[in-house]
Every structure is written in structure tokens, then in C-alpha cells.
């Protein structure tokens, strides 16, 4: 029961395959906009809850801040118009009027508005009114939020014109303290994609061409798709005093000094499903790491015969409810009992498509020996039969077990791939002549990352968009050894990830 | 330290220094929009999460829709377009453009989006393409969202351009199903304000012409604020073949036939802050019921000497550890340790403005005696020193009886408030005559509600606009006594609630 296409023949057709079979997301009749469906949203509300953790552990609280930014304020910070100028919904009026028995917009505004892309020009502005003393600060802002981009080229959760994100702005009364802020926030990153959504990242910096618009410094995450293709999973910035001094969020110091304060932002989107997608997913279709699967235990009753109804049903409730008093990675379990009048062979099908961790049939002859039929979508295609009491008392541990393989297997997949015996710029020509592909698992694949020196020079950015590929980040863990920039040929000690991406 | 504006001065003013005394929210640098703070937004996702919880008892699963809506969806339903069309903000561009060195609006779009007043249209799209057969239905979803009414009078809270809501959309396979729906959603919301909110409510359907554009009944409830005026706290729609019809949502039957399904729509919005201040808060600013406080307990040490902090803070420690075991409700207690550097009496006026249930003060002298000092916010005023054993076995007693006291309060407001000796069209007229001013607890102000009978005809449309009042509901309990309509004096049999409304 594999899906329609597999990697193997067409992975940007598979991918498609997958969200679609998985039931997470469909296109919207509003062009380049999705639907989040009820599973792929599940996802998302189980990433919301438990980065508002780290958010809470890490002092930070949530508010809301609007949808609708004003025209002027876009043009306060010079860079950061111009980064998104190209992309942005304009609204310019406020009703519908009749003319000549058409409806046409009417009442246009003095000014017109713009859905906000990002938040920084918006939320400095609060922070301004907010901020008058040392005292004050820091201020540590997180907002989840819907925002609209006009992407020319959508695909589902990887690039929509509308798409939802967390966006964290801070401000801060020093430098120091808020580049600390930005390098914390992208660990949250880290330990979200890793600990929570089984999918290993490299930390680094975007060189100074590939910052944020208005940014002093943007770090980022970046993570290796199944077909060797990069995915930035979430980006942190340090933006000194630029938006501090444009939206004027200024404080008495403790010498009673005016200065500007230091703020950051950073933001992680519905995108990261797409990554999410393309770390775990395989023929079969989805595959959730327990710890974000809105379901984690899936109890489907086989019933032929509609007078074990009653008894199979008990039986599930019952160990449903035992199943209830364990709470895997130390949070409340997450089951389904899934009674709906339906063949349980076309439910299998269904919750494997949909990456359910675990999939329990249960029919009369299992409740006879005090059992039930296990099967875990990691291992698809394999089945046990599992007495209840072993089932019930081993469910932390076997679902601890998924989430580490699961981390394991990409991680894995991650390493065999980044490639750092390319030391000559035709060697890397060469390398990169190939396309992207399918990485079957513990293999290497023809393309993927390659880890090489960097020179630095102006003109290596117009020889990156000739090879249409990417410098994805500057990593943390600098060598310090002295090679060839794989671009010019020329010496150079800076380390960078060399990839095509998403 | 009371508010600046005190209720009996003036009532709208002192609302509005509740919202910014308390540091729920601030007018929005876009015109008509807010910034909804910490405070605010922490009970507005406290909301949300029992809301969730019903709404996940009650089979519904959260999905999301797309925030612009094509213009042409609009004009499928006639009488849904005419009730949004004038406040709906029209997007017309997707970029800003250079022209003569000044930024403009540019990259025109064929067709305008509107941005979602509320999203039937949209997401009726999406059902017709899941519904094909009974075995489809019902469709049960919801959705967390922002959605902009271009209102020409905002107000924080109660009536701003964007606000945040959840809205119900279901799709069901017979008219009685879909009815059962719409009246079980509305008991959700019942519950939601009259539980967790701590604020009563009247259930009962809208007059035909006060219906939801495009509903072939509107139920809804209504609560009584402190000056005697309504608010619309909730409303359940149930919309027939109306919207299945103009979006092709039809399926196939039990008999083998096409028919259109039948479905229902319904929302509460952030409005419901608004509600919860004109109902609890008081001159020393707001009050929040426990079930949705942000914050249960506040624990502020008082220190006098450096020396003794290390002492006041470990037990501080200790004290909230212990109260952690509690579940008040059936929840993780929220208990906020406040150690800014800042006088303990600010603090304590601060979180006496934002309206935490609990604030306890905790000095060198009461950790001698193993107490503590407990002021609730009900008994502003009042304090008392409590052991700290007693304190901790009894939170769990101290907010229930909180959040029961304060349902009465009100409840016994309201019905102090509920005028239904008034018969006669001149009594009716001479009652309404008064403006609306605030209700000192406990007793009958000028004007409230009136109960009383209603004749339907459609003259009386005309003598409630004249006199600036509405027909709140036609209630579910009628008395099914005959008397005079209150605006014409005919013969009536029905029962409506007459008010003043936000």
C-alpha cells in the first residue's frame, strides 16, 4: 500500500503525495494560500505547546501585536523595506461598494496598509512607548501569528504566501545581553528540531550578503532534506540599534545617559513540517516523531461479527485508560480510539499514511490471550502480538525508543553526507554538476552538503548564483585550518556549509 | 490607590483605565487595531485552552483557512456579502514599487482578497471538496484565527478592526443534526462564560432581522455589564442549505441521492476581555476569575535587608514547590514568583491593578512564624496572616470559593437587574428614558434589562432604533403567557429581553 509515487521516481512529486495522503495540507482557492488540515495542524499546536515551554523557561511571554502595518512605518528602516517591498500585501481599501450592479472595492484609505510580512517595525514601535528606563528592560516578546509573504513559486508548508510562525522580539540594554539573547534563542531552535522534531541541524551565521533585512548578524539552523537539499529551519537576529534608533526605543542608562537599546528577533514557521516531511517521511507516507504526533497510539477494534462489539470495545477502553496513567517524555498521552464505521485494514492504511507512531489492532482472539497487535510505523510492514500488561508498562519506553531512532536514522543521514574531502574549486564544479536525488537511508547520496573554505571575496556570490546553490551558514565549529576557497581558489580559513536548498 | 476614574464618574473612562492600568492592552499604531499585552493575551490563551478541551470533547478538531479570501467568493451568497461588505479591508496589491523616488502600492492583483470577516465562504470551499458521501459526515472543525470588520468606532476589547476569535464550522448530513450542533455549541459557550469566566448568561435566539447574514437562525447569549448594558458574549448559527448550497457542498445520501448538507457556524472573540472587565473589575482595577488567570497566586518577598533575601527567597521556594502539588480545578496551579528589583508595595498595587486572585507578601518576620501574609484580590483591603501548612492545604478551597464568589456576585447582579414588572409601552418608554450608569453590587440600577412581550411586527424595528435600544434575545425559557408588547402595545405572547448594548 505504498504511496502513488515514491522518492525513488520523483521526490518533489512525492512530497506532494505525502501531504496530500497524509491528509496535513491541501492548496487553498486563494492563490499560493493552504488549508492546514486537522492532522497537519495537530502538528503544529504540538510544536506551539512545547516551544511555549522553552519560551516560558526562558522568561519570555506572549502577546499580539497587529496584522495591518501602517505604509510609514516600512519606510523607517532603509534595508528592511527594501527586503520586502517585493513581497507584500497591500491593503488599500476598506468596504465593498455597488457600481452599476457590480461590486467593487470603495473607501480607500488615506494611507495604505500592509499585512504585516514580519513584525519588527510594528512591535518596536510598542517597545518604544514601553521602554524608558534601564529599568525596563530586558523586554522579551514572543508572538504567534499568521503572516503573508507573496511568494511567486508556492509549494505547501515550504513556501506559502500566507503561513503561520512564532516571531520573538526583544530589547535589551546592552550589546552583549542581546547578542547572549540571539545565540539562546537559536538553542531553543536546536534542542526544538532535535529533542522534539527528531531532525538534526547545523548552527552557524549567514554570511553578511544573506542577512536579514536590517540585521547586524543572523544565525541560523539548517537541516539536510532526504534529498541533500538544505532547509533553513529557523533564523535568529541580532539587529543592534537599527530598529531601536528608526522606531526610537530609547532608555535612560544606569550613568542616566539616553541610548538606544539593542534589540533581536527570531522566528520558526509551519515550515518546518515541510522539514518534517522530508526528514521522516517515506514510501508509505508520513512518519510523526511521538513527541509532536498529535496521536501517539492509535487502538483500532477489528470487529467482524457485531456481537463482539461490545466486548472488543470494553476491552479497548479499558486499555485505554491504563495506557493513560503513563506519561511518555513527562507529558499527558496522546491516544485514539479509533471507533469509526470503517474496514480496520483501511484505517491501518490510514494512520500509517498519516505517521502515527504506534497502530494497535485489537480483535476478539487478542482479548481471549490478554493481548493485542502491535505495530509501529517505523518498523511498517512488521507486527507483534503483545500481551496487554507488557504493552501497557513498556509504552514510555517504546515510544522513547521511536523518537531516538528517529534522530538517529537522519542524524545518521546528515553525517554520511556532508561531504569535507573537497578541497579544489573543479573538484566542487564537478560534484556539483550532479542534481539533487533521493538519499537512500545509511548511504551516501550523489549531492548534498559540502563543508569547504570560503574566501570571503564579493564575487563568490555571483559565482553561487551561477551553480544556483547556497553558502546555508558560517557553522559555530570553525576548524581554523587554512585550504582553498572551493569558489575562487584562493586561500582562506573561514568553514562553510555549501548546499542547494529549499 | 484606587483608579484615576472611578465607575460612578465615569463609566467608559474608567474602562479604559482598567485595560491600560491593568497592562491588558493599548491602541495599535495601525488605526482601530491593538496591541493585546501579556496580561491580556495570557487570559485570552487561557481561554483557549479550556475552550480546546471542550471543544475536543465535543468531537471538534482545529484546522486553518486562509486569512485572504478571493473577492468572487463574496458574491456567491447574497445576504452574507451585503452584511460584511461595508468593513471588509480590501487587498488590491502584492508589492511597493519606486515611482519619482517615492514608495507605491504596485503589482496590481487581477482579482482583489478580502481579508477574512469571518470565513463561511472560505471554508465551505474546502468542504465540498472532502463531503462526497454520508459516510463523510459530519465535518466537525474549528478555528483559532484573526479576522478584520473595518469598524468605524473601535474600542479595546470590545470593537477593534482585527480581533482575535475562534469559529466553528461544522457540516452535518440532516437539518435536526445540524440544529442539535448550533444549540450544542452554544451551551459550550454558556459554560465557557458562566465556568470559567465567571460571567452569567441569557441563552436565546436573535429576532429574524438581527440574524447572521446568510443564517436561517442565530442563537447567542447575552451578558448584563455593570452599567446595565448587554454584550453579546457568543453566537451559534445555524446556516441550512444556505452556504452548502452557493459553495457546492452537497452528498451523497442513505438513499443512494444528492443532497445539500446542512451546516452551522459559530464564534466568540477576544470581545469576551471586554465582558469579563465590565463584569469583575472594580475601582481598584480588574479581577480575574481563577479558571483563567494567568496567574493564580503571587508570591512577593518583602525585603528590607540584603541580608535577609537568601532567607526570603528559599523559602519563597519552598512555599511555591508545595503549592505546586496542588491541582485547583483539575489543572497545574500558576503561581508567579515576583523578585524584580522593585518595592514590594509597587508590586503589590500592580498585581492588584492586573486583578491576580491571590497575592501573598512574605517577609523575614512572617518566615519566623511559618506564615505568610494573604490579601485577596476580592477583599481588596483586607489582609490576614495565614500559617503557611494552612495556606498551602487550602488553595485549592481558597480558589473555588474565588471563582464561585465572583460567578455570584454577578449572577446576583444580573438578576437584581432583570426588570419584568414593566407592562405597558409608557412604563417601557419612562424606564428607558435613563441612561445607563453604574450598578452598585448588590443593588437595582436605573436601567438594566427588561423582560417583557414582543409583538414581531416589523414596525417595531422602526421604535427600537428610534429609541436606541435592541432586543437582546428571544430567551429559551418562555413563559408562554400572553400581555402587551412593550413597543406597541399589542397583544404578544412572546418574551424578548429588551437592553442598551455594546
Known amino acids: 500500500m ?84 517585493k513581497e507584500m500585501a497591500v491593503v488599500t481599501h476598506s468596504k465593498l461598494q455597488e457600481v452599476d450592479g457590480k461590486l467593487e472595492p470603495a473607501g480607500e484609505l488615506e494611507e495604505p496598509l500592509i499585512i504585516r510580512p514580519t513584525s519588527e517595525t510594528i512591535i518596536a514601535d510598542s517597545f518604544a512607548k514601553w521602554v524608558k528606563s534601564y529599568r525596563d528592560l530586558p523586554v522579551l516578546i514572543n508572538q504567534w501569528a499568521n503572516v503573508v509573504r507573496w511568494e511567486m513559486r508556492p509549494r505547501l508548508f515550504l513556501r506559502t504566501r500566507e503561513f503561520l510562525w512564532q516571531e520573538g522580539h526583544t530589547a535589551h540594554a546592552s550589546a552583549d545581553e542581546a547578542e547572549t539573547e540571539t545565540k539562546r534563542m537559536l538553542e531553543v531552535y536546536r534542542k526544538t528540531c532535535e529533542e522534539f522534531l527528531a531532525m538534526p541541524v547545523i548552527e552557524g551565521v549567514k554570511p553578511e550578503y544573506d542577512k536579514f533585512p536590517g540585521a547586524v548578524d543572523t544565525y541560523c539552523i539548517e537541516a539536510m532534506m532526504q534529498d541533500g537539499k538544505a532547509l533553513q529551519a529557523g533564523t535568529s537576529h541580532y539587529l543592534g540599534q537599527n530598529f531601536a534608533k528608526s522606531a526610537g526605543i530609547s532608555f535612560i542608562n544606569k550613568e542616566n545617559k539616553p541610548e538606544f537599546a539593542y534589540t533581536t528577533s527570531w522566528g520558526v514557521s509551519t515550515r ?30 477489528v470487529i467482524k461479527k457485531k456481537e463482539d462489539e461490545e466486548k472488543v470495545m470494553t476491552y479497548i477502553r479499558a486499555l485505554s485508560s491504563e495506557l493513560k496513567s503513563h506519561t511518555p517524555f513527562g507529558e499527558k498521552i496522546r491516544i485514539k480510539v479509533d471507533a469509526r464505521d470503517k474496514q480496520s485494514v483501511d484505517k491501518f492504511w490510514e494512520w500509517t499514511r498519516k505517521g502515527a507512531p504506534i497502530i494497535c489492532e485489537i480483535g476478539p482472539r487478542d482479548i481471549e490471550n490478554n493481548a493485542l497487535m502491535v505495530k509501529e510505523r517505523l518498523k511498517v510492514g512488521q507486527k507483534e502480538i503483545v500481551l496487554k500488561d507488557e504493552f501497557v508498562s513498556s509504552i514510555e519506553k517504546r515510544l522513547a525508543d521511536i523518537q531516538k531512532e528517529m534522530f538517529e536514522k537522519a542524524k545518521s543521514r546528515m553525517e554520511n553526507n556532508i561531504r569535507n574531502d573537497i578541497t579544489t574549486p573543479e573538484e566542487f564544479k564537478a560534484y556539483f554538476a550532479n542534481s539533487n536525488e533521493w538519499i537512500e537511508d545509511g548511504t551516501q547520496g550523489k549531492v548534498a552538503f559540502v563543508r569547504g573554505k570560503w574566501s570571503g571575496d564579493e564575487q563568490t556570490e555571483e559565482i553561487l548564483k551561477e551553480m544556483k546553490i547556497a553558502i546555508r551558514c558560517i557553522p559555530f565549529n570553525q576548524t581554523g585550518t587554512t585550504g582553498k576557497c572551493l569558489l575562487t581558489g584562493k586561500e582562506a580559513t573561514l568553514d562553510v556549509i555549501y548546499a542547494r536548498s529549499y
Open 272 to 301: 518546518l513540517i515541510g522539514g518534517l516531511i522530508m526528514t521522516h517521511a517515506d514510501d508509505e507516507g508520513m512518519n510523526v516523531p511521538p513527541r509532536i504526533a498529535p496521536y501517539q497510539v492509535i487502538l483500532v477494534p
Open 2 to 85: 505504498s504511496l502513488k509515487t515514491k522518492r525513488i521516481e520523483n521526490y518533489p512529486a512525492w512530497y506532494q503525495c505525502v501531504v496530500s495522503e497524509a491528509d496535513m495540507a491541501e492548496n487553498a482557492a486563494s492563490p499560493g494560500c493552504m488549508v492546514i488540515k486537522p492532522w497537519g495542524y495537530g502538528i503544529w499546536e504540538r510544536i506551539q505547546s512545547l516551544m511555549n515551554e522553552e519560551f516560558r523557561e526562558t522568561d519570555h511571554e506572549n502577546a499580539y501585536f497587529p496584522l495591518l502595518i501602517p505604509f510609514s512605518f516600512f519606510k523607517k528602516e532603509a534595508e528592511h523595506v527594501e527586503g520586502f517591498a
